[in-house]
């Protein structure tokens, strides 16, 4: 075995070297980024691509925010039900032992304009914007079928183009039903020259297309319509040329962001009391757990809320991005005023500042 010695190793037209040896046999080295990106810690930015946060429910047949955070279940003539579904513990088709994935069961209905599909909205245009990026995720269908994915800008409310620019990078898959990763490379086009709206409410879109009539050949590569079942996992959009592992963050971080666009608290006691005060007005801070991406609408699901043992309507109003107020007014002119909550799905606050 032969023994190179060196005190560092640079390219020929190089200002610096690469790699510096010390003496004690240690080395500093100048290392590229994966992806443009750091060795760890958001390359991904899509959020909830692993489908672990549920906070709005585990299923839904209601086109929209139903389930998995951050993600839309979009149909529009067909029809589509979302779930979460449970990988087997110790599965090795899908790597790094994932607790969840998406299932989107789609029945079609013939129209040129009808579709179904998986769409998560990036926060802001101007993500990756010019950048060579790849998409990768794991798909299985429940027979040999093909799915399509693209990519769009908006540019939001008030911006220039006014209109979505969509079908960037369109490409048709064919998939079984076993698992296989799925990956897609393409360049976003520059943003120069365009105006992004005043209203915080630009994105870069992904779409995964199971059903399209022919109006969408030009998103999806005429991937045409179909009825069928398509299993999704570990979603992950990167700048760069390559596919890395998928980068799994923390769960604390992935939830907290995903409240950054819905947070809901449901109570699990059998009565949850805001209050009680005295007075004929009377109002409570609700912080959320994060700040949100704008001041969210609110709502809420409540089993009373009383003054004099006389039913009265709580009003949510002066929501910013930190938290929102709670206030009830009483019929007379003093008393306990307070707001109660049942457990489970009927009493909850929810705060929803979606793109």
């Not at 290392?31 to 692993?50: C, K, Q, T």
């Not at 032992?97 to 009808?114: D, H, I």
């Not at 490379?185 to 297309?209: A, E, R």
């Amino acid at each position: 075995m032969s023994t190179i010695r060196a005190t560092n190793f640079q390219h020929a037209s190089a200002a610096a070297p690469a790699i510096v040896l010390a003496a004690d046999g240690t080395a500093a080295a100048t290392v590229s980024g994966i992806n443009g990106g750091p060795l760890a810690g958001f390359r991904n930015a899509i959020i909830n691509g692993n489908f672990d946060v549920w906070q709005r429910g585990t299923s839904s047949s209601v086109s929209g925010y139903q389930t998995a955070d951050r993600w839309v279940n979009s149909f529009l003539g067909s029809s589509c039900t979302m779930s979460r579904q449970a990988f087997a513990l110790g599965q090795t088709s899908v790597p790094g032992e994932p607790t969840y994935f998406c299932r989107m069961a789609v029945t079609s209905a013939a129209g040129v304009g009808n579709y179904a599909l998986l769409h998560q909205r990036i926060e802001d245009v101007r993500t990756f914007a010019g950048q060579q990026i790849t998409v990768s995720f794991w798909a299985k269908a429940d027979a040999s079928r093909s799915i399509a994915v693209d990519l769009e800008h908006y540019f939001g409310t008030g911006g220039s183009p006014s209109s979505p620019t969509a079908g960037i990078g369109a490409t048709k898959i064919a998939i079984g039903n076993t698992w296989q990763k799925v990956v897609v490379t393409t360049t976003l086009p520059s943003i120069s020259g365009k105006t992004v709206g005043s209203d915080n409410n630009s994105f870069l879109g992904f779409f995964i297309w199971f059903d399209a009539g022919s109006n969408f050949n030009s998103r999806t590569s005429s991937l045409g319509q179909q009825s069928g079942t398509f299993d999704i996992a570990q979603v992950q959009v990167e700048a760069g040329p390559v596919a890395t592992p998928f980068e799994r963050r923390p769960q604390q971080v992935e939830t907290a962001l995903c409240q950054r666009y819905f947070w809901r608290n449901e109570f699990n006691a059998t009565y949850n009391y805001f209050g009680t005060a005295t007075g004929q007005y009377s109002s409570w801070i609700v912080p959320f757990p994060v700040a949100m991406r704008i001041a969210p609408s609110v709502s809420m699901g409540f089993d009373l809320a009383g003054s004099f043992g006389i039913g009265v309507t709580p009003a949510v109003n002066e929501a910013n991005r930190l938290n929102c107020k709670l206030a009830v007014a009483s019929s007379g002119a003093g008393g306990n005023l307070y707001v109660r909550f049942t457990a489970g799905a009927n009493g909850f606050i929810q705060a929803d500042a979606e793109l």
